[in-house]
Protein backbone atom coordinates (compact mmCIF):
# COMPACT_ATOMS: atom_id res chain seq x y z
CA UNK A 1 0.00 0.00 0.00
CA UNK A 2 1.42 2.97 -1.33
CA UNK A 3 0.72 6.79 0.68
CA UNK A 4 0.39 9.82 -0.78
CA UNK A 5 2.60 13.12 0.64
CA UNK A 6 -1.06 14.40 2.27
CA UNK A 7 -1.71 10.91 4.00
CA UNK A 8 1.73 11.10 5.37
CA UNK A 9 1.32 14.41 6.62
CA UNK A 10 -1.96 13.49 8.08
CA UNK A 11 -0.51 10.52 9.74
CA UNK A 12 2.46 12.46 11.26
CA UNK A 13 -0.09 15.27 12.34
CA UNK A 14 -2.46 12.32 14.24
CA UNK A 15 0.68 10.52 15.64
CA UNK A 16 1.60 14.17 16.87
CA UNK A 17 -1.92 14.39 18.39
CA UNK A 18 -1.95 10.86 20.56
CA UNK A 19 1.70 11.78 21.67
CA UNK A 20 0.87 15.15 24.03
CA UNK A 21 -2.54 13.66 24.70
CA UNK A 22 -0.70 11.29 26.04
CA UNK A 23 2.01 12.69 27.67
CA UNK A 24 -0.66 15.68 28.97
CA UNK A 25 -1.97 12.49 30.66
CA UNK A 26 0.16 10.83 32.07
CA UNK A 27 1.54 14.18 33.17
CA UNK A 28 -1.66 14.88 34.85
CA UNK A 29 -1.45 11.09 36.36
CA UNK A 30 2.01 11.61 37.47
CA UNK A 31 1.14 14.78 39.40
CA UNK A 32 -1.62 13.03 41.38
CA UNK A 33 -4.00 15.09 39.69
CA UNK A 34 -6.11 12.91 37.23
CA UNK A 35 -8.48 15.95 36.72
CA UNK A 36 -11.02 14.65 34.75
CA UNK A 37 -11.12 11.37 36.98
CA UNK A 38 -11.05 13.05 40.25
CA UNK A 39 -13.62 15.77 39.08
CA UNK A 40 -16.18 12.86 37.99
CA UNK A 41 -15.60 11.34 41.48
CA UNK A 42 -15.38 14.46 43.65
CA UNK A 43 -19.06 14.89 41.52
CA UNK A 44 -20.15 11.63 42.49
CA UNK A 45 -18.96 12.12 46.34
CA UNK A 46 -21.07 14.97 46.64
CA UNK A 47 -23.93 13.68 44.54
CA UNK A 48 -23.87 10.62 46.95
CA UNK A 49 -23.55 13.65 49.73
CA UNK A 50 -26.49 15.39 48.95
CA UNK A 51 -28.82 12.34 48.76
CA UNK A 52 -27.93 11.24 52.02
CA UNK A 53 -28.60 14.81 53.47
CA UNK A 54 -32.09 14.34 51.74
CA UNK A 55 -32.85 10.63 53.23
CA UNK A 56 -31.88 12.21 56.83
CA UNK A 57 -34.31 15.45 56.46
CA UNK A 58 -36.55 12.77 54.75
CA UNK A 59 -36.52 11.03 58.34
CA UNK A 60 -36.43 13.85 60.14
CA UNK A 61 -39.52 14.86 58.82
CA UNK A 62 -41.22 11.81 59.37
CA UNK A 63 -40.63 11.72 62.49
CA UNK A 64 -41.70 15.41 63.14
CA UNK A 65 -44.95 14.32 61.44
CA UNK A 66 -45.37 11.41 63.67
CA UNK A 67 -44.92 14.05 66.71
CA UNK A 68 -47.54 15.94 65.06
CA UNK A 69 -49.93 12.68 64.98
CA UNK A 70 -49.23 12.56 68.43
CA UNK A 71 -49.94 16.03 69.64
CA UNK A 72 -53.16 16.01 68.14
CA UNK A 73 -54.08 12.15 69.23
CA UNK A 74 -53.21 13.21 72.89
CA UNK A 75 -55.85 16.06 72.98
CA UNK A 76 -56.41 18.81 75.33
CA UNK A 77 -55.03 18.30 79.10
CA UNK A 78 -53.61 20.22 82.22
CA UNK A 79 -50.09 19.65 82.27
CA UNK A 80 -49.83 20.03 86.11
CA UNK A 81 -52.83 17.55 86.53
CA UNK A 82 -51.26 15.23 84.08
CA UNK A 83 -47.77 14.99 86.09
CA UNK A 84 -49.89 14.77 89.35
CA UNK A 85 -51.17 11.35 88.39
CA UNK A 86 -47.95 10.04 86.96
CA UNK A 87 -46.74 10.94 90.50
CA UNK A 88 -49.52 8.60 91.54
CA UNK A 89 -48.64 5.77 89.73
CA UNK A 90 -45.02 5.99 89.87
CA UNK A 91 -45.79 6.53 93.88
CA UNK A 92 -43.38 9.32 94.53
CA UNK A 93 -46.65 12.08 95.07
CA UNK A 94 -45.68 12.39 99.00
CA UNK A 95 -42.22 13.48 97.89
CA UNK A 96 -43.37 16.34 95.67
CA UNK A 97 -42.23 19.46 97.18
CA UNK A 98 -43.33 21.86 94.32
CA UNK A 99 -44.67 21.87 90.73
CA UNK A 100 -44.14 25.36 89.18
CA UNK A 101 -45.22 26.35 85.78
CA UNK A 102 -42.30 27.77 83.56
CA UNK A 103 -42.35 29.65 80.73
CA UNK A 104 -40.24 28.16 77.38
CA UNK A 105 -39.51 30.14 74.03
CA UNK A 106 -41.82 30.82 71.56
CA UNK A 107 -41.90 28.78 68.26
CA UNK A 108 -44.09 29.53 65.48
CA UNK A 109 -45.59 26.03 65.11
CA UNK A 110 -46.03 24.94 68.80
CA UNK A 111 -46.77 26.29 71.94
CA UNK A 112 -44.75 24.71 74.55
CA UNK A 113 -45.44 24.43 78.00
CA UNK A 114 -43.27 23.23 80.89
CA UNK A 115 -44.08 22.24 84.31
CA UNK A 116 -40.81 21.94 87.12
CA UNK A 117 -41.03 19.27 89.48
CA UNK A 118 -39.29 19.37 92.54
CA UNK A 119 -38.89 15.69 94.90
CA UNK A 120 -37.52 15.12 98.12
CA UNK A 121 -36.28 11.96 99.96
CA UNK A 122 -36.50 9.33 96.43
CA UNK A 123 -34.38 6.99 96.02
CA UNK A 124 -33.03 5.75 92.40
CA UNK A 125 -35.51 3.42 91.91
CA UNK A 126 -38.97 5.98 92.19
CA UNK A 127 -37.19 8.46 90.02
CA UNK A 128 -36.35 6.32 87.39
CA UNK A 129 -39.95 5.12 87.85
CA UNK A 130 -41.50 8.23 87.65
CA UNK A 131 -39.38 9.00 84.66
CA UNK A 132 -40.54 5.91 82.63
CA UNK A 133 -44.00 6.86 83.42
CA UNK A 134 -43.25 10.41 81.87
CA UNK A 135 -41.75 8.80 78.70
CA UNK A 136 -44.22 6.48 78.11
CA UNK A 137 -47.05 8.41 78.99
CA UNK A 138 -50.69 8.81 76.64
CA UNK A 139 -49.81 12.05 76.37
CA UNK A 140 -46.50 13.89 74.60
CA UNK A 141 -44.47 14.64 77.26
CA UNK A 142 -40.46 15.29 77.30
CA UNK A 143 -37.66 15.46 80.13
CA UNK A 144 -36.54 18.66 78.86
CA UNK A 145 -33.68 18.97 82.20
CA UNK A 146 -33.21 17.44 85.31
CA UNK A 147 -30.85 17.82 88.07
CA UNK A 148 -29.96 15.83 90.84
CA UNK A 149 -28.37 16.06 94.71
CA UNK A 150 -27.44 13.95 96.99
CA UNK A 151 -28.61 14.17 100.57
CA UNK A 152 -26.51 15.01 103.58
CA UNK A 153 -28.76 13.07 105.51
CA UNK A 154 -28.38 9.68 103.24
CA UNK A 155 -26.36 8.80 100.37
CA UNK A 156 -29.18 6.23 99.08
CA UNK A 157 -31.93 9.52 98.83
CA UNK A 158 -31.92 12.31 96.05
CA UNK A 159 -33.50 15.46 95.77
CA UNK A 160 -34.16 15.90 92.07
CA UNK A 161 -35.25 18.83 89.57
CA UNK A 162 -37.29 17.67 86.61
CA UNK A 163 -38.23 19.91 84.12
CA UNK A 164 -40.95 18.23 81.75
CA UNK A 165 -42.97 20.10 78.51
CA UNK A 166 -45.21 19.33 76.36
CA UNK A 167 -46.65 21.10 72.93
CA UNK A 168 -49.71 22.27 71.34
CA UNK A 169 -50.29 22.78 67.81
CA UNK A 170 -51.08 26.68 67.62
CA UNK A 171 -54.14 27.77 65.56
CA UNK A 172 -53.23 29.36 62.30
CA UNK A 173 -49.70 27.53 62.23
CA UNK A 174 -47.94 27.04 58.82
CA UNK A 175 -48.88 23.74 57.13
CA UNK A 176 -46.03 20.87 57.87
CA UNK A 177 -46.85 18.12 55.24
CA UNK A 178 -44.15 17.51 52.18
CA UNK A 179 -44.78 18.71 49.04
CA UNK A 180 -46.28 16.64 46.87
CA UNK A 181 -44.38 14.60 44.14
CA UNK A 182 -40.98 14.72 46.22
CA UNK A 183 -38.48 12.26 45.98
CA UNK A 184 -35.11 11.05 46.36
CA UNK A 185 -32.89 12.17 43.50
CA UNK A 186 -31.82 8.73 41.46
CA UNK A 187 -35.23 7.06 42.93
CA UNK A 188 -38.17 6.69 41.02
CA UNK A 189 -41.56 8.46 43.18
CA UNK A 190 -44.50 6.25 44.42
CA UNK A 191 -47.48 6.31 42.61
CA UNK A 192 -49.37 9.24 44.30
CA UNK A 193 -52.71 8.41 46.43
CA UNK A 194 -55.92 8.75 43.96
CA UNK A 195 -58.33 11.65 46.21
Given at each position: ??????????L??????????????L??W????????S?????????????????????T?????????????????E?????????????????????????????????????????????????????????????????????????????????A??????????????????A??????????????E?
Amino acid sequence: MTLTDRDKKMLVILGAFFAVVAVYLLADWAMGGGTVGSSVSTKEQELRDIIQVYRTFQKTQADFQAAEREIQKAGDFELLTELENLAVKANVKDHIESMDKKSQAKNPYYDEEAVEVKLQKINIIQLITFLYEIEYATKVLRVREMHLETRFDSKDLFNARVMVSTYRKMKGAPNTKPAAGATVPGKPSAPADEE
